[in-house]
C-alpha cells in the first residue's frame, strides 16, 4: 500500500529464514518423539500408535510447510490469492493420489496405512513449497518486487518477528490449551475423542472459510493502512464481518439439518454417532462466534495490532475455555456436549473482545 514494492521480495526472504530453522527443529521432534507428546495427553495406547505413526510421518513436512507458509504470504500480501490457491490445488491432488496408494497400497505403492497417509502430506507439502516457488522466481515477479536471494539479515528478521512472534504464539498457546483440552476429552472414552475429532474437522467447513476472508482482510486493510486510507481499512473490515455472518449462518443452518449425516461420514460407532450429532449443535453456535473472532483478528493483523490480540487469547484461552470445560465436563459430570460448551462461551467472549479492539481504533497509532 505504500509503494515499496521492491523491499517485498526481501521480505519473504528474511521469513523464510525465520521459519525454516525453528520448523527443522519442529521436524525432528515430531518424527523422534510423537509417541512421548501422546503420552501426556492422556490417549489410549491404541489411539496413541496410531496418531504416532502419523504425526512422525508429518513431521518430514514441516520444514517445507514453513517455508510455503512464508511464500504464500508474500503473495497474499501483494493481493494475489488466485497463486497460492492454485499451489494448494495441485498439492491437494498429489495428496489425495498418494493418499489412496500409500494407506492401501495401490499403484505398486507399500500399504502402510495411517502412517501412509502421513507420508502422502509430508510429499505433498514438499510439492506445495515447490510450486510456491516456482510462481516466485517469475522474471517479471522477479524484476518488480527483487526476489531474488538474500542472506538473513538480523535487523529485517527481528522486524518481522516483533510483528509476527505473537501471532505465531497466539496460535501455539491456542494448539495448546485445545490439546489440553483434548486431554479432558480423553478421560470420557475413545468413543468422545473420536466424536470431538470428527467435530473439529467439520468445523473446518467454517474454520478454513473465516480463515480465508481474515486473510482478504488482513491484506485489504494492510494495504489501506500502508497507503493511509483509514476509513477504506475501517470498510475492509466492516465488509469481512457482514460476509463472516452470512457464511457462518449458512454452516449453521447444515450443522442442525443433518447431523447424523456429517456425523456418519467418519464413523458407524453408535456412540460417536449420538455423542457427534450433540456436537454439531454446539458447533452451529461455535463456528458462528469464531467465525467472528477470525475476521476481526485479520483486521488487526493487517493493521500491525498483533501483541494485543495476543494477550487476550492466551488469557481467555487459559483463564476461560479450559477451566470451564472441564467445571462443565468432568467436574460437573454434564458429558462432551457441554465441555464444548465452554468452548462456546470462550469464542463469543474472545469476538466480543476483539471487534471491540478493532472499533476503538488503538491500531490507528501502531507503526511498523
Known sequence: GAGRD???GAAAWQGIHAVVPVAAVASVLLFHGSGQWLALLGT??????LAGDYMAMRGLGAVPLAAATALASFFRGLGDTRTPLVATVIANLVNAALDYALIFGAFGMPALGVRGA??????AEWVFLLALWLFFRDAALRKRHRTEPVRPRWPAIRSLLVTGLPIGGQWALEMVSFAAFLTLVARLGDAAMAASQAFIVLLSLSFMQAVGLSSAVTTLVGNYVGARDLEAAERSYRSGMRLAAALALGIAAVFVSIPGVLVGAFSRDPD????GAQ????????????AFAIVADGALRGAGDTRWPFAVRFALSWGLFLPLGWGLGIAAGLGLAWAWVGGVVYVAVT???LALRFRRGAWLHIEL
Open 351 to 353: 469476538a466480543a473482545a
Open 272 to 275: 460417536v454417532l449420538r455423542l
Open 6 to 8: 521492491a523491499e517485498c
Open 118 to 123: 502421513g507420508l502422502a502430506t509430508a510429499i
Open 279 to 290: 456436537l454439531m449443535w454446539v458447533g452451529a453456535i461455535y463456528q458462528v462466534f469464531d
Open 44 to 49: 489410549s495406547p491404541e489411539l496413541r500408535s
